[in-house]
Structures are given as structure tokens and as C-alpha cells.
């Protein structure tokens, strides 16, 4: 009796010493782009606090849908501001806790082999004729932040009519970066980030930044948070993850908080 009721008094002692024992976990709707540069940020976070980070990759769009349809987030990081916005109007997110995070590059993709390279992208850019017989990969231009970029972009320099019945949508950036990479499509317009993480594209030309809205990555709590997600979006702003984010080649829009 005495030897159980050690054990028990020996359970409880832990358990005060450590809450985080039953570990808390935090999940995170994260824009498709950002997947290389954020697992490693959840891997460094990792080694700062018992807290099991869990991510879903999708386009922004397609998180913010799901985020309203009630999925359990806590965490959501949109590859514009808009997706953002849906949310704050919608009553989905802690406005208090958003933050401007992040800046990204568009750039126009090729397979690794192709002949093309450098590319001037600029008023009266004729893309479709570049792309020939072939087709053009980008996000989906409706709903996809990459995708609305792209058309924004091609639009303020003439190439949108001739290029929107050349366009293959994708779903999110990702996988119009695979497109590409597969040589399925010869060209595709991106995010800088994308590309440097796929060995089978390389960037043969980069579109003005007056030609499209500037790339911004909002993060901001939901309405739903759970107490451990505040720690995660801290370390977020942190000086460690601006150093894993940047060399990505994401853009830090913030000053580190640590």
C-alpha cells in the first residue's frame, strides 16, 4: 500500500514539475510557399518548448475556407493580405495578434534544361509567345495568392490576354512549381522561394516589383488559439526564425522581438 501510494505521490510531483508532460500541441494552416522554410522553424521551435507543432500546406485560400468551415487551427499564415483580411471581416482571427510577417518575390520558372534564361520582364512582355505551343503553370488566378500575383502582374504589362488561354491553374504554388518541375509545363510563374527549393526549375526572369501588389505573409492567432500557440507565434518574430526564414530567401518585414 505504501509502495502504491509512493508511486502515485511520485506521478503528481512530476506532473507539477512538469505540465507540458501530456504535450500541448499547436496547429498551424501555413500558405503552400512556405513549407521548406517552416518546417525548419517548427524544428528550431522545437528545441525551445515541449509543444508539438502540427502543419497543414495548402493555398491560403483553401485554409481560410476551412478555418471558417470550423477546422481546428490555431495558427493561420496567408500568402496575401486578403486571405487575411476574409478572416478579420469574418471574425476568424485575433486581430491583435496579426502581424505582417514576411516578403516574397514573383519570379517566372523554366524547366532546368530549358534554353531560356535571361528574361526581361517589363511592359509589353509577350509570355505567350515565350511559352509557344506549351502552357503556363500558376496558381489558380481566382482564389490562389501566387496566382492573383501572377495576373496583377501580367495585366499591368499587357500580357494578360494573350496569356490567360495558356495558363494551367493549380491548387496552390506548389503545384504549379511540380508542373514545371516535371516538365509538363515550360513556363510558370512562382514565388523566389519556391524555386530555390526545386532543384528541376531554375529563374530565368523576375517581374518588376511595381507590377504586381508587394508579397506579403500576414500570421495571426485564430478566435480558437490555444495558450501555447502565443509562445509559437512569438518565436515566429524571433531572431532565430527571421535567420531560417531569410535563408529561404524570404524577405523579414518586422524587427525581431528577441
Do not use: C
Request: glycine residues 6%.
Amino acid at each position: 500500500m505504501f509502495a502504491r501510494l509512493a508511486f502515485v505521490f511520485g506521478l503528481t510531483v512530476l506532473s507539477a514539475l512538469n505540465p507540458a508532460t501530456a504535450q500541448e500541441t499547436v496547429t498551424v494552416f501555413a500558405a503552400a510557399s512556405m513549407k521548406n522554410a517552416l518546417d525548419d522553424v517548427n524544428a528550431a521551435f522545437g528545441t525551445k518548448a515541449p509543444i508539438k507543432i502540427v502543419t497543414s500546406y495548402a493555398a491560403s485560400s483553401a485554409l481560410m475556407k476551412q478555418i471558417e468551415q470550423g477546422a481546428p487551427a490555431d495558427v493561420f499564415i496567408s500568402a496575401d493580405l486578403d486571405w487575411m483580411d476574409y478572416g478579420s471581416q469574418k471574425k476568424l482571427i485575433k486581430d491583435e495578434t496579426r502581424v505582417n510577417l514576411l516578403g516574397n518575390r514573383l519570379v517566372l520558372i523554366a524547366p532546368k534544361d530549358s534554353k531560356l534564361s535571361d528574361v526581361t520582364i517589363g511592359q509589353g512582355f509577350d509570355i505567350a509567345k515565350l511559352a509557344g505551343d506549351g502552357r503556363i503553370a500558376t496558381g489558380d488566378v481566382r482564389a490562389v495568392p501566387a496566382g492573383k500575383y501572377a495576373k496583377a502582374a501580367l495585366e499591368k504589362l499587357g500580357a494578360w490576354s494573350a496569356a490567360e488561354p495558356k495558363l494551367a491553374m493549380a491548387e496552390n504554388v506548389r503545384a504549379a512549381l511540380a508542373l514545371v518541375g516535371r516538365g509538363e509545363a515550360p513556363l510558370g510563374i512562382v514565388y523566389e522561394t519556391d524555386a530555390k527549393v526545386e532543384p528541376n526549375v531554375k529563374i530565368v526572369g523576375v517581374f518588376p516589383a511595381g507590377s504586381h501588389p508587394p508579397i506579403t505573409y500576414p500570421v495571426a492567432l485564430t478566435v480558437t488559439a490555444n495558450s501555447a500557440a502565443a509562445q509559437y507565434l512569438s518565436f515566429l518574430r524571433s531572431q532565430p526564425a527571421k535567420a531560417i526564414f531569410e535563408q529561404y530567401g524570404f524577405s523579414f518585414l518586422i524587427r525581431p522581438t528577441s
